[in-house]
Structure formats: structure tokens, C-alpha cells
């Protein structure tokens, strides 16, 4: 398994901005999630992966191709789903596939066949003769991301897919997404505004600012425990559970509607039982404390330069 | 930021239900967008949700007053919102769409924003910089909007919404395309704003921003009211589908046996072998009362409890199913 | 196994080389345009100068015969000078150039109605629905693009100029029974294909810069109609008002018009003909039918200039995806 991509010292400006700063990682295959504020340079990032843009400085490979050199060829194994709304003019949904099948190189009788494929896949049943036009939003995306994988790409990029989608469509999507990423064996480059999106569908992130890389690494490793520290949340009134517990010798402190309940070592978890026993309260939730992916990436962000 | 100043009451009397739809019709020729809609908003913080064509956007444009009911009667404040111009010095609206004058600067945009208000020039432009300051565009004003990054051009939007200082906030999709650190301080604004005793009523698709700012929610789905209240008592009486609590314990199949012998469990199944257990109820609540004195059996220590649909994506995904 | 993975299935076929790109585009794009119905129907009009062509070639080679089946149209002819009629073909490269003028005017008077039909969404309707991405993060440069437009107002154009024009040639030749009409008129095969070639590069890229212009196709279509009539006129008012040799340049059409009588030299078939006319009117003729006011590098100076004009706008309109959002 080698490298999915990896970038040494990549630096673009343009004209008095510095979208990428010496910009250097190597990420391996799979689920990757691409978090970052904006203007940190996770456009600029996708496109140089894209071979659309020369850099300045530095160099990189692209499933192992060199970005500076085989700008064509990288994207015959790259498929992209941009993050506004596109789609080619007056024509049915399988006409669109079949032509973005035909741009990428198929002969037309193999991208007719693929397109109807990718389109099983994505659930467009018998919407795919209709004009692309009429679509809902869900839909549009979905027909992108069939165009984007219908020449059966290595790597797939989605800038965020999830914009704007209902409730429903973003399930569907994240869903897709993630059969494709752990299932059927492309490596996935998924970035995102919605951080619990990126967790259901990425097992490894990498987060940029300022052009820089701030962190990265998986989100399992990245998440940290925190011994002995606890999130409980009670039906009810929580102030006699925390008093209760503060008496016996431990702290809280309140986040949200649960409770960070910080045992001292020399107790063991039953005190925490003992309190909703002995108040009379529910405890609807417990789990030992780990950080957010919400924290971690703010935790990035704010190191300084 | 500067801290959001508690409203005082000025205008219509100080009234419980905010935003009133009494049995509000709504159709376009044929399609129906509200369906004998009636509910009565309280204050605070509101959650306005469903899925594509539920009619969310037709509930804001008939509150806001941009369109007039087929039927049935909305009231905002105690007073009607039609052809009542006077009624928008107490509303705020952020709509979806993104329309700016792309050559004023953020500050030109707002401070005539708030002189359509009705406020001099020299009191629109005070206003104008304390909204933008509360959304953290001041580092930013007096650039060109046409320069602006999507999360700007929204924290400005959010900014026009709130620079006449409203008593009712309608906020739609107020989120969208902002960054996660945006994301945060905006969330900290509104839920300062239904803190300081305005009601906001935001509408939006993306479930969990939601309950990030409020467990009071209104739901449609087909221009018909499905639910409105506290996602928790909601779920509660969902009767359908059984409560799901996973509880992880080291001698999962002894408390599994202990468990078995109670009534209100329905089901138990045995996940992944990892000592976890999944349990189904009806009765929520007599089940968890019951887990303390449980937990503290000899060796029968719970170490994790946690639900996976006790919040509101499963009770969207329960009520709203096509 | 007995049960299929219903799923997503990966492919491993071929892909082809980007070079061929342009030819994937410029066919979407002519299967688009010929579902449209008035594009049919002109270009099945379109085809009638051809069949004219080819009417009075085949004519003029059955006379050249002083064949039996021309006998009843000679009644028509009798007013042609006795020379035309005791040897037709020494006549014949006049005769030939002068049909192929004609030609060729009602020729670009039907490409630019075609350009018209044929050629305002090509960008602009990529513009308004945002396809660039879609086409730019694919194995695709500035250039396939742009020649994959250009190559759907070029097939267009040939099977209504070039096509019928060569086909016309083949048909004269056919009834002149003679070969060595292939040695005197050869220049005119070869000039008809260029011509094709010159107007549908000035045309087609003029009009795909127009198209890039805006995101609505009725407004380029506007812009052209403007082009082709506030240019002429333009040159109208001009000659009448200074009546000035280098007036019609500044019409768009009679700049292409200009350049094909350079190539099919119709001076000099005008200049043999002018020998039948009086002296008194032989130098008016030769100025309004010959056209020969002014030197025919400026018409193709003019036409170059609005190539490269084309080539900028295009190049600024439409950036591939390199370029800060």
C-alpha cells in the first residue's frame, strides 16, 4: 500500500497571497478527511492534487505520479466532485454521465454501459432519463459524484458534498461515501465544513492553516482519552447530582446539557452510580471523556505560527 | 465580541407566544406549501426543520409577511404581519439567498440596511458597527463584499439581520458555508440572543448545528406540523420505535440474564463481543431508574451507558420517514 | 456463487489518449444542435446555392458539348455575345469563377444565419451552468476545448459549404467529359475548401467570443446579428456618404467576400468578360463586380485582427480552474 499522495515543500502564491507555505505530507490510502478554516488553502491544495495549477515551489506525487510532470495523467485516475452546483446544459441524466464517461477517455459504448452502473449505484432509477435541470439538490449531487467515479477513478475528491442537502440526502451521501472508501477500495479525499460528516466518513484527517499543515494523523489516535474524567448527562435537574458528587471528593464541570465529572484516583467509577442512586436520578448517559473531533481541530487551529 | 444587551420592551406588549399560524393554508396554483398549518412559537430559541418541500421556506416568507396566507391567519407579536410595515421594525430576517450590492463594503451594506430601518445616519452607522462587531466581521468591514469569503459574506447577512436590534429573528440556514471556528462563535451569538430574551427562529438542514443551539424544535414535513416541542419528550413518546441504549459492561451476559427477567425490556442483543449489550424499551424511564441500583449489584459494574437515537436525528429519521 | 454483488463494480477498460478529446466535444455538441428543429431546416435550405452551383456547371459542361439536351435553353441564351457561344471553352475558367463567386456570397450569407443557430449556447450556456469544472478537472486543456467547439460550427458549415461545393465540382467535371477542365479550374477546388476553412475560423471563433461574452445566449445571439448588420450598414452609409474605394471594409461580410474573390481570382474572370460591355461602363463594372477598390490583404489584415481579438477574449472568458476563488 503506498502512498496516496505526498507533497514536499509545495509553496503557490498568488500575487501577494500565499496559499500554501512550504506545505509538506505524505497521506496513505483510504478515508481521508481535509479540515481547515478558510482561506487556509484546501482549495489550492485540491487543485495542485488535480495537476490544474503550477506551484511554485517544491514537488509532490499523485498515486505515484509526479505533479509537475504528468498533469493529464493524474487525472485519468482522479475523479472530482466540485462543491458548487454544475452540470452540463440540456441533457438527461444518463447523457451527462455517459459524457463525463466520454471526457475521461471511454469509447461511448463503454461509458453508456458504466454510466447506467454508476447510476444503479447512486440510486437514480428512472430519474436518469429526465433533463438534469429538474433535479432536486440531493439529486445533482449524486449525479455528480456518479460522473466523478464512472472511469472508475483511484482517488475521489469531494469538496464538500454534503452543502445544503436535507437531512435525508446527506445520510445517502455520507452513506455512499463511505461504502466506496471502506468497501470497494477507492481512497477517498473528503473535505468538509461539518466536522461529524468528516467523522462518519473518514478514519484519518489532515488539517491546514495559513497554507500550513497544522495536524494530521487518525482520528481514533488524535481523539485523546482523558483518564478518570467522565461525561454524564441526567434527565432532570443536574445541580443535586453535582453537588452530591463535589461532596465526595470529585469535580465537575458543566458543558452543553452533560456533566464532566473528574474522579479522583483512588475511587473507582461506582461513586458515580452511588450518586444517582442516592439522589434519585437517572443517569441517561456515560462514557469515558474523549476529546471531539470538534476539539481537536480547534486545539490545531489556535498554535501559534 | 461585545456581549448582546438584554431587549427591552418597546412597542407591542410583552406576549408569550411570539410567532402565531392559526390553521394557515398556502398553496401556488396547484402545490400546496402549508397545510392547515397551526402553531404558537414561544420564545427563545426555535429549531425550524424538515426535509426538501416541507414547506420551511413557505412558513418564513408567510411570518415574515412577504406572502399572504390561501387561508387562515399568521400573527407575529400579537399583530397581524401582512401589509403591516410597521411590524418590521420588530423582525429581523436572514434570508438563504446570497444577494449583496457586490461594491459596498460590508459597513456601507449594514448601515443602510439599518437607515431602512428608520435610524439617522449617524445612529445606523453606531448600529451598524456594534452588529458587525458581534458577528466578528470588524477587521473586515470596509472591504468590498465582493471580496468576501462565503463565511463572510453569511456573518454579514446574520449582521443586516440583527443591526436594528429586532425582537423576533427569523435565521435561515444561517450556517451554511462557514467554517468550524465561524460555526462556533455564530452559535454562541444566537444562543446569547435567545438567552437575552429574543426569540430566533432558525431553520435549517443541518441536524446536529441545530441541537447544538436549542432542544426546542418545530417539524414539517408535506406543509403539515409533525411535531413541535423538546426533542427528549418528542422521542419520548415516539412509541414506534423502541428506545435503543447500549450499555458496555465486563459481565455483559450476567447482566443480560438479569435484565431478561424485567418487563419493560423488549430486546436485547449482543454486539460485536466487545461486552456490549443493546437493549430495547418502551419505558425509558422505568428502565433507567432502574440501572443504579443494578450497576451496584456485586460485579455488574456498568461502565458506559449511551443512546444512539435519543437525539434528533433519530427522531427526524422516525417522524419524517417517506 | 449463486448471488451477484449488486454494488459497485470497478472497470478496467481503456482510456484513450486527450488528443482525441476535441473530437468527443464537437460531437455532444453537434448531437445537441440537431435536435433542434430550425437547424435542420436551414441547413436542408442551405443546401440550394450547392444544388444551383451544380445546376449551371452541369449546364454550362452540357453547352461546352453543344449537346442535343441543351438545345431548348439555348433559346434563353441568345443574347450572349457570339464569341461565348462559338467556343464555350475558352470561357470556361470566367464562367466557372464567376458561379463559384456567387457562390460563395450566398454562402456566407447562409453561414452566418447557421452560426447564428448553431453557435450562441456553445460557451455561454457552459457559463451559466457552471460545466468548466466538470470539463476542466477531466484529462482536458484550454485548447481541446475550444477546438471541440469550434469543430461543431466547422461541421456544420461543411456539410453546407465545403461538402456541397466539392461535390458540385465533381458533378462539372463529370459533364465536361474533357480533362483538361481539372487543370484549368483546379485552383477553384482548392479555393473552395479554404474558403471553407476561413469562415468557419473567423466565423466560428468571432462567434465563440461572443458566446464566452455572456452567460445568455440570446444576447450573443444579438451581439451577432449586430456584427453582420451595424457592419454593413456602417459600410453603406460610408460609401455613400465619401464614396471612397476602401469603404466595405468595414462591413464584416464584405471583408470574407473580399478575401474569396482573391482566391478564386475573379478579377481577371470580370476582366475577359468586360470586353463584351462598352468602354464607357467597363471600369464600373470592373470596381462593383470585380471588386477590386482596394488591395484584398486588407480585408485579410482586418480578418487576422479579428482572430486575435477572438483568441484574447476567449483566453480571458474562460479560465480553466487555476485562479483564486
Given at each position: ?90 441533457v ?132 485523546r ?7 454524564v ?73 | ?141 470596509n ?5 468576501y ?71 414539517l ?26 450499555l ?9 440474564s ?54 434528533l436525528e ?9 | 456463487?449463486?448471488?451477484f ?52 456547371l ?106 456541397p ?26 479555393a ?10 473567423s ?23 449586430g ?15 465619401l ?41 464600373q463594372l ?40
Amino acid at each position: 500500500m503506498g502512498d496516496l499522495f505526498e507533497l514536499n515543500n509545495v509553496t503557490k502564491t498568488y500575487g501577494r497571497v500565499t496559499a500554501l507555505r512550504d506545505l509538506s505530507i505524505a497521506v496513505p490510502e483510504g478515508a481521508i478527511g481535509l479540515l481547515g478554516p478558510n482561506g487556509a488553502g484546501k482549495t489550492t491544495m485540491i487543485r495542485t492534487l488535480l495537476g490544474l495549477i503550477k506551484i511554485d515551489k517544491g514537488g509532490g506525487t499523485v498515486l505515484g505520479m509526479d505533479i509537475g510532470t504528468r498533469q493529464l495523467d493524474i487525472r485519468q485516475s482522479v475523479g472530482f466532485v466540485p462543491e458548487d452546483e454544475c452540470l452540463f446544459p440540456a441533457v438527461v441524466g444518463i447523457e451527462f454521465v455517459t459524457y463525463a464517461g466520454e471526457l475521461a477517455g471511454m469509447s461511448r459504448k463503454d461509458a453508456m454501459q458504466r454510466a447506467h452502473e454508476v447510476l444503479n449505484y447512486v440510486s437514480l432509477g428512472e430519474a436518469r432519463y429526465r433533463p438534469v435541470e429538474s433535479y432536486s439538490t440531493g439529486m445533482k449531487q449524486r449525479i455528480k459524484l456518479a460522473s466523478a467515479i464512472v472511469h472508475d477513478p483511484r482517488l475521489l475528491i469531494l469538496d464538500e458534498p454534503t452543502n445544503g442537502m436535507d437531512p435525508a440526502g446527506r445520510d445517502e451521501l455520507l452513506e455512499l461515501s463511505r461504502d466506496l472508501a471502506h468497501n470497494k477500495g477507492m481512497s477517498l479525499l473528503f473535505s468538509s465544513h461539518l466536522l461529524p460528516d468528516v467523522e462518519t466518513v473518514c478514519d484519518y484527517i489532515m488539517v491546514l492553516g495559513r497554507g500550513r499543515l497544522l495536524a494530521k494523523g487518525l482520528i481514533q489516535d488524535l481523539k485523546r482519552a482523558h483518564e478518570c474524567v467522565y461525561e454524564v448527562r441526567i434527565k432532570d435537574d443536574r445541580e443535586g447530582f453535582a453537588h452530591y458528587l463535589t461532596k465526595h471528593g470529585c469535580s465537575t464541570e458543566s458543558k452543553d446539557d452533560s456533566l464532566l465529572v473528574t474522579v479522583p484516583r483512588d475511587r473507582s467509577q461506582d461513586i458515580l452510580w452511588h450518586a444517582a442512586r442516592d439522589s434519585g436520578h437517572q443517569i441517561r448517559f456515560l462514557k469515558p471523556r474523549r476529546s471531539t473531533l470538534e476539539e481537536v481541530f480547534f486545539a490545531a487551529v489556535a498554535e501559534p505560527d | 465580541m461585545d456581549p448582546i444587551p438584554t431587549c427591552e420592551v418597546v412597542g407591542p406588549a410583552e406576549v408569550e407566544t411570539v410567532v402565531e399560524f392559526r390553521a394557515v393554508s398556502k398553496w401556488y396554483g396547484n402545490v400546496i406549501g402549508l397545510n392547515k398549518l397551526s402553531t404558537r412559537i414561544p420564545r427563545g430559541v426555535i429549531g425550524l426543520l424538515g426535509p426538501n418541500g416541507a414547506g420551511k421556506s413557505t412558513f418564513l416568507q408567510l411570518a415574515t409577511g412577504q406572502l399572504y396566507p390561501s387561508q387562515g391567519a399568521v400573527r407575529v407579536l400579537g399583530q397581524p404581519v401582512w401589509n403591516n410595515p410597521g411590524i418590521n421594525r420588530f423582525i429581523g430576517l436572514c434570508p438563504e439567498q446570497d444577494a449583496f450590492y457586490e461594491w459596498m463594503t460590508g459597513m456601507d451594506f449594514v448601515s443602510t440596511c439599518a437607515r431602512l430601518n428608520g435610524m439617522g445616519r449617524a445612529k445606523a452607522r453606531a448600529a451598524a458597527e456594534k452588529a458587525l462587531g458581534l458577528v466578528g466581521m470588524t477587521p473586515n468591514m470596509n472591504r468590498a463584499i465582493r471580496g468576501y469569503s462565503k463565511g463572510m459574506r453569511q456573518r454579514t447577512k446574520l449582521a443586516q439581520a440583527l443591526v436594528h436590534e429586532p425582537r423576533v429573528l427569523f435565521l435561515d440556514e444561517p450556517l451554511s458555508g462557514t467554517d468550524p471556528i465561524a460555526r462556533r462563535d455564530l452559535i454562541d451569538v444566537i444562543r446569547d440572543m435567545g438567552a437575552a430574551g429574543r426569540s430566533v427562529l432558525v431553520s435549517s438542514h443541518v441536524l446536529h448545528e441545530v441541537q447544538a443551539l436549542t432542544s426546542n424544535i418545530v417539524l414539517l414535513h408535506r406543509g403539515r406540523l409533525v411535531a413541535e416541542g423538546n426533542v427528549r419528550e418528542i422521542r419520548d413518546l415516539i412509541d414506534k420505535h423502541p428506545h435503543h441504549i447500549v450499555l458496555v459492561c465486563d459481565r455483559c451476559r450476567a447482566l443480560a440474564s438479569r435484565l431478561a427477567s424485567c418487563e419493560d425490556v423488549d430486546g436485547i442483543q449482543f454486539l460485536d463481543a466487545e461486552s456490549r449489550l443493546l437493549v430495547q424499551t418502551r419505558k425509558p424511564d422505568t428502565f433507567y431508574a432502574r440501572l443504579p441500583a443494578l450497576s451496584l449489584e456485586d460485579g455488574l459494574a456498568i461502565r458506559e451507558v449511551y443512546s444512539e437515537d435519543d437525539n434528533l436525528e433519530a427522531v427526524f429519521k422516525y417522524l419524517v420517514t417517506k | 456463487m449463486p448471488i451477484f454483488d449488486q454494488g459497485y463494480q470497478h472497470w478496467h477498460g481503456e482510456l484513450s489518449s486527450h488528443a482525441w478529446r476535441w473530437l468527443t466535444i464537437a460531437r455532444h455538441g453537434v448531437r445537441a444542435q440537431f435536435k433542434n428543429r430550425w437547424t435542420r431546416i436551414v441547413v436542408l435550405l442551405a443546401w440550394l446555392p450547392a444544388v444551383a452551383l451544380a445546376g449551371v456547371l452541369v449546364i454550362w459542361g452540357l453547352i461546352e458539348q453543344k449537346s442535343s439536351l441543351v438545345e431548348p435553353l439555348m433559346a434563353l441564351f441568345t443574347g450572349l455575345p457570339e464569341e461565348l457561344k462559338a467556343s464555350p471553352k475558352t470561357y470556361r475558367i470566367s464562367i466557372w469563377t464567376i458561379s463559384y463567386q456567387y457562390f460563395f456570397q450566398w454562402e456566407v450569407f447562409f453561414s452566418m444565419i447557421l452560426i447564428i443557430l448553431v453557435g450562441p449556447g456553445l460557451i455561454s450556456r457552459d457559463l451559466r451552468f457552471n460545466a468548466i469544472p466538470l470539463y476542466f478537472s477531466r484529462q482536458l486543456r484550454r485548447i481541446d476545448y475550444f477546438i471541440g467547439k469550434l469543430g461543431v460550427i466547422g461541421f456544420v458549415l461543411g456539410i453546407v459549404a465545403v461538402g456541397p461545393a466539392i461535390l458540385a465540382y465533381l458533378l462539372g467535371m463529370c459533364f465536361s467529359v474533357d480533362l483538361s477542365i481539372v487543370k484549368d479550374t483546379a485552383r477553384l477546388f482548392f479555393a473552395s475548401i479554404a474558403y471553407g476553412m476561413i469562415v468557419v475560423i473567423s466565423g466560428g471563433t468571432l462567434m465563440l467570443a461572443m458566446s464566452s461574452l455572456s452567460r445568455n445566449s440570446r444576447y450573443v445571439g444579438v451581439i451577432w446579428i449586430g456584427i453582420w448588420f451595424i457592419s454593413s450598414t456602417v459600410a453603406g452609409v460610408l460609401t455613400g456618404l465619401l464614396r471612397r474605394d476602401w469603404c466595405p471594409i468595414f462591413s464584416y461580410t464584405a471583408n470574407l467576400l473580399r478575401v474569396s474573390d482573391a482566391l478564386l481570382d475573379t478579377g481577371s474572370a470580370w476582366a475577359r468578360f468586360a470586353q463584351f460591355f462598352p468602354a464607357q461602363q467597363r471600369e464600373q463594372l470592373l470596381k462593383a463586380l470585380g471588386n477590386t477598390g482596394y488591395p484584398w490583404y486588407w480585408s485579410a489584415l482586418v480578418l487576422t485582427g479579428l482572430l486575435g481579438i477572438s483568441v484574447w477574449i476567449l483566453s480571458l472568458r474562460v479560465k480553466s480552474l487555476d485562479r483564486l476563488k
